[in-house]
């Protein structure tokens, strides 16, 4: 988990989202609605019912017409973290002591939590077991998060394939996951950590995301092995998740291909998620955690 | 390219076996990886799961079938068809001699030599034999009779030429004894190889005969002779320098003796001819005088280029033959060293008056000088007699160093006098009827006046002249009536040939070494220069030089006359079967522990993780 001092480090960052969206509560954000803040915002015309002490006076004895005077409504923002608590997600070698992904993505989503949470943002954080934290406000979650986070590792047999995850643990799929998920969100902005490693796809998901006013923002965590695999010969390989087997007879064009594959999923979902709108960054979890926000995130504008 | 053994094809179904047990073998690995989505998909795009795509993967698979099939081409003995020019059995006569070491065509004639028996052990067919002579001084078989290329490279590289005149009588007689019978194949040649000096008209070889000619040029300057004598102004040495190439020459020759030079002069000497130098006034009491050529032209052959003398004058020992005539007692004493026989049949003194070291009375009397050492053998008129006997049966024989190994059992004689000799000449040999041999020193008023043997017959009713023990009978006699100054060693030894000291002598090499001499005589006698003998209180020098006008002749020879034909030198075009399964095998091993290496270590291009 991220130590003191980098938490520290977040501290005073928070979020940009790509539009304004209506919030629950007065909040620190800009909402779409107008609202009571002292921040002109545009006249309206009088209309019967509206409230005669928003007329400007002025304006009237200017033009004999009476405006009614809008100002900007702050509002809180909603900030939805998906982490992708997938037994994919918590692959690790045989011969590791911890998953290097979960950790990784597990990090970040603190680190989301932990700025939502010290920016003033409403913070709702689900993974894809359907555990939900949240709403919360306020970093005094922080805390219990950790323990929530810690709740969703798998045992190690899983997370290394020696037991198949379907044995354990009822495998979700990312779309109904999320079309699930964006039936009841608050608008906001929505940020996605996984692998996106699922045979079904994620197209339905994240349109559903999008439906419900989310802005949806990707962070694509993908192991070293995942990256660059360093395979060779005749192998078995087992999914853990599935259990499903494929022989596969390894040479330099098949992990050429393989590469090349890869690099085909990820353009397409970073493609996919930034006619949307939203903001895709590629993350090798042999990174550390630290560098990905304080530097990549920062410099493509996630948080400021 | 044919093949000897094409049923050893059929081991090539091996290989289905092979594949089968592979195919059976094949286990995956098994790898937990996230997810194989991504997996499914390149194989979709690949149908990686193929049979051929897991027959082309599997180096190791390929390695194995490459094994096999380079074991079955071993087994099936291809051979190529080589161009040779030997077949059967081959006997190598090589060149080990003296002019073998000529560096006309660098670095010598032998290295030449030695490539080109190389070449010819390179080229024996698998079933060919060949022994090799070499041929120096004494020559020896180095290899005898293999088909083993390795054993021949071996014995060829060992073989050195020594600074000896070739003797190849002796060598054709070892390869007529070596060669006996015909070589599997039924042929037979022998191949001579050298520079043709010293091998003129040797005797017949069985067989085919080929001379390999070596040498380019004949140029040599060489010290023919070196010796000296006494002079009135002391000793005077005489040296002779030869041109034997085909090109005047001027050379600078250095008279040493006893490490001091004595002098050196530059001598124009045209080509063919020889110049002499006289060198007056030498120290008589100097032990040894070397000459040497010190810079020459055109000269290739250097070991003839110092010749040592011993100033051993006084070891000569005068004997005067008093007899009608005795071809067995001419030729005993004329092989005997430092011996200077005078023959005659009256009796003379020395040129210079004074009386011999030692006279031989064969039937024949004279009147003895005073203090002179006598051999008398039959009729004489020193000692009265007192009737002949003729039963000689060997009785008894006394401890003398004159009867040193004479087996004095088998002699007879058909008539021997009966002497009444006196009381010092004491009787060494008895018969059955009375002394054969008598032996002793004539005593005198201060010292002895001289010592006498006496063999009381004549040695034509004898067959003690048919006996081995007559050649020691007279060497001991000559020794012990007139012993040497110092030891007895002849005055110009070859190197390469052994001297007969006394046991324990020890001989002071000239590089400083001592050695001391066993049973079998001194044989080191492979350096050049002045080598010193000390048995008890005698310190005798002796010289050992290369002096040999044959050897020295380097004039290479593009024909040989062996058995009064000459062989050729032509390479006659033949064909041997050179196998080549020895190769296979070696690429079979390679294959092998490549395979290996690979298994254990994994396939260097994909340097990956293994599971």
Not at chain 1, 132 to 156: H, N, V, Y
Not at chain 2, 27 to 49: F, H, K, Y
Request: proline share 6%.
């Amino acid at each position: 988990m991220l130590v003191e001092s980098i938490l520290r480090s977040l501290n005073g960052l928070r979020f940009v989202p790509q539009r304004r969206r209506p919030g629950v509560t007065t909040g620190e954000r800009r909402s779409p609605r107008r609202g009571r803040s002292l921040e002109f915002a545009d006249y309206r015309d009088y209309t019967p019912g509206d409230d005669p002490r928003r007329v400007d006076w002025n304006v009237y004895a200017r033009l004999e017409r009476p405006y009614i005077k809008l100002y900007e409504d702050e509002e809180d923002l909603t900030v939805h973290v998906l982490l992708d608590s997938s037994p994919s997600m918590q692959w690790r070698e045989e011969n590791e002591q911890a998953s290097p992904k979960w950790n990784c993505a597990a990090q970040l989503a603190m680190a989301m939590c932990y700025i939502a949470l010290t920016s003033g943002d409403r913070l709702v954080i689900e993974t894809s077991t359907k555990a939900r934290f949240g709403p919360k406000r306020g970093a005094t979650a922080i805390s219990s998060f950790i323990e929530f986070i810690e709740r969703e590792a798998l045992p190690a047999e899983v997370a290394d394939g020696r037991v198949p995850a379907n044995r354990v643990t009822q495998v979700t799929h990312l779309n109904s996951w999320w079309k699930r998920y964006a039936l009841d969100a608050k608008p906001g902005l929505c940020v996605i950590i996984s692998d996106f490693l699922d045979p079904e796809g994620y197209v339905e998901g994240l349109n559903a995301l999008g439906a419900g006013r989310l802005d949806v923002n990707i962070l694509h965590t993908l192991s070293t092995a995942e990256l660059d695999p360093e395979f060779s010969g005749d192998l078995r390989l087992r999914d853990i998740e599935t259990a499903a087997a494929q022989d596969i007879s390894l040479d330099d064009a098949l992990i050429t291909q393989y590469r090349r594959r890869l690099n085909q999923f990820t353009t397409e979902l970073a493609d996919f998620c930034r006619r949307r709108g939203g903001k895709y960054h590629l993350i090798n979890t042999s990174e550390s955690a630290e560098k990905i926000i304080l530097r990549d995130l920062r410099k493509e504008g996630w948080i400021i | 390219m044919n093949i000897l053994n094409p049923v050893a094809l059929l081991a090539g179904l091996l290989a289905i076996p092979i594949i089968l047990l592979y195919l059976l073998r094949l286990q995956r690995r098994e790898q937990s990886v996230s997810s194989t989505m991504l997996w499914q998909q390149v194989i979709l795009d690949r149908e990686a799961n193929t049979l051929w795509q897991k027959l082309r993967r599997n180096l190791l698979l390929l390695l194995q079938l490459l094994t096999l099939a380079a074991l079955v081409l071993a087994l099936i003995r291809p051979y190529i068809n080589m161009p040779s020019t030997l077949s059967g059995r081959l006997m190598v006569l090589l060149d080990g001699s003296a002019s073998m070491l000529a560096t006309d065509s660098p670095p010598s004639r032998f290295e030449d030599a030695r490539s080109a028996v190389g070449k010819l052990i390179d080229e024996l067919g698998p079933n060919n034999e060949m022994s090799i002579i070499l041929v120096d001084g004494s020559p020896h078989a180095i290899a005898s009779a293999t088909t083993n290329k390795s054993d021949l490279h071996a014995a060829l590289d060992h073989a050195q030429p020594s600074p000896s005149p070739s003797n190849w009588n002796a060598a054709i007689a070892l390869a007529s004894a070596s060669s006996g019978g015909t070589g599997a194949d039924g042929a037979s040649t022998t191949v001579v190889v050298s520079d043709g000096a010293n091998a003129e008209d040797l005797q017949q070889l069985a067989g085919n005969v080929r001379f390999l000619p070596i040498g380019v040029n004949g140029d040599n300057l060489a010290i023919s002779n070196l010796s000296i004598r006494k002079t009135t102004r002391g000793l005077a040495a005489f040296i002779r320098v030869t041109n034997l190439g085909s090109q005047d020459d001027k050379v600078l020759v250095s008279v040493r003796s006893d490490h001091t030079l004595l002098d050196a002069r530059t001598l124009n000497i045209p080509a063919g001819q020889s110049e002499n130098w006289t060198i007056n006034g030498i120290d008589p009491q100097i032990s040894w005088v070397r000459g040497s050529i010190d810079e020459a032209g055109h000269n290739t052959l250097l070991i003839d280029d110092v010749a040592y003398v011993v100033n051993g004058i006084s070891n000569i020992r005068h004997v005067l033959l008093l007899s009608p005539g005795n071809r067995f007692l001419e030729q005993a004493l004329a092989v005997l060293p430092n011996l200077q026989v005078t023959r005659a049949i009256t009796p003379s003194a020395q040129p210079d008056g004074k009386p011999y070291d030692l006279y031989v009375l064969d039937g024949v009397s004279m009147t003895l000088p005073v203090r002179a050492n006598a051999m008398v053998i039959g009729n004489q008129s020193f000692f009265t007699t007192s009737g002949t006997f003729s039963n000689t049966a060997f009785a008894r024989s006394e401890q003398h160093p004159v009867l040193d190994s004479v087996d004095w059992r088998s002699i007879n004689a058909s008539e021997v006098r009966r002497v009444n000799a006196p009381a010092w000449l004491k009787p060494l040999v008895e018969s059955t009827s009375g002394p054969v041999l008598f032996a002793g020193e004539m005593p005198g008023e201060s010292a002895p006046l001289g010592r006498v043997v006496l063999l009381p017959f004549a040695l034509r009713s004898s067959d003690l002249p048919l006996q081995v023990a007559f050649p020691i009978l007279i060497a001991n006699s000559v020794d012990w009536l007139a012993p040497p100054q110092g030891l007895n060693i002849a005055a110009s030894i070859k190197p390469g040939e052994v001297v007969a000291l006394p046991r324990n002598t020890i001989v002071t090499l000239p590089d400083g070494n001592r050695v001391a001499v066993d049973q079998r005589g001194f044989a080191q006698t492979d350096q050049s220069g002045v080598y010193h003998a000390s048995y008890k209180e005698l310190n005798t020098p002796f010289a050992v030089g290369f002096s040999s006008p044959a050897e020295s002749q380097i004039t290479p020879h593009p024909d040989l006359q062996i058995g009064g034909s000459t062989p050729s030198s032509e390479v006659v075009p033949q064909s041997s079967q050179r196998e080549i399964w020895g190769w296979l095998a070696v690429v079979a091993l390679l294959l092998l522990i490549t395979e290996w290496w690979i298994y254990q270590r994994g396939v260097p291009a994909l340097q990956r993780k293994k599971f």
